[in-house]
């Protein structure tokens, strides 16, 4: 007599149903990092379309105001929870201590006052802070998560010689070549000792690309290999600022 394995409710013996278990077990190894791909992928495209309408933003001020872009006032004396220095600089604030709008600040009340969030990268690698950092413009320093080129001068405090930048003849680089770059990715490291000083690491997409908005408008996917847009600044935060400079001036080669 021909004894038969035993078979589950489903009709399915124990073999089959293991089977069945090791092959979807097969199946989701190769379909979650595709899935994974798939939202960075559209993460990034998001990212794009937020610097697109950041580029519109700033476009739609320099037709307002005779074709200079958002500055905001002269640099400050660096404290000890203040790292905003001359206006000149790159930076990624968009208020100062005492909640005054600078840089891309400048474009929350009039042209970004329905999308606020798009000075947001939807492919932050750490939990976004896009409310909380709005909620404190106009009372203290805020943060957003994309460095804005205010001009291509490094002081730390003062009056830059050229207080109003114009978009249509934004100079050259420190290498001689012309400005290009005005928008793009944090991708910033520091030691996490600088935490209580408000100098936290920041970074987008992995670290493996950075989107950056040119001042002609168009937006570009830039590979971030050998972390060539990457600022780590360790536990010294003084020259961060010119090495985010230097990131810029990567970009305003890139073709």
Sequence with gaps: MTRSIHAGPSGLSLVEILVVMAVMSVLMAMVLPAA???????RRAACCANLRQVGTAIHLYAHDFDDTIPFGPEGRPVTGSNFYTVTGNVTSLLSLEDGAPV??????????????????????????????????????????????????IALLTGRPEQFHVRL???????????????????????????????????????RQVSNCLYADGHVQTCRNYDDRLTVDIGTRPYGALDRILKVFEVLDEEP
Excluded: M, W
């Excluded at 947001?120 to 460095?147: I, N, T, W």
């Design 103 to 152: 840089g891309l600040g400048l474009l929350l009340r009039h042209y970004l006052a329905q999308q606020p969030l798009v000075l947001f990268c939807p492919g932050a690698d750490q939990p976004s802070e896009a409310r909380e950092q709005l909620a404190l413009v106009g009372k203290g320093q805020a943060q957003c998560d994309y460095y804005y080129r205010h001009a291509s």
């Design 168 to 206: 249509s003849s934004l100079g050259r680089n420190r290498n001689g070549l012309p400005i290009r770059s005005l928008v793009t990715d944090v991708q910033f490291l520091a030691h996490p000792s600088l935490a209580p000083f408000q100098v936290k690491t920041r970074t987008s997409h992995k």
């Design 36 to 42: 994974s791909a798939v939202r960075d992928r559209a």
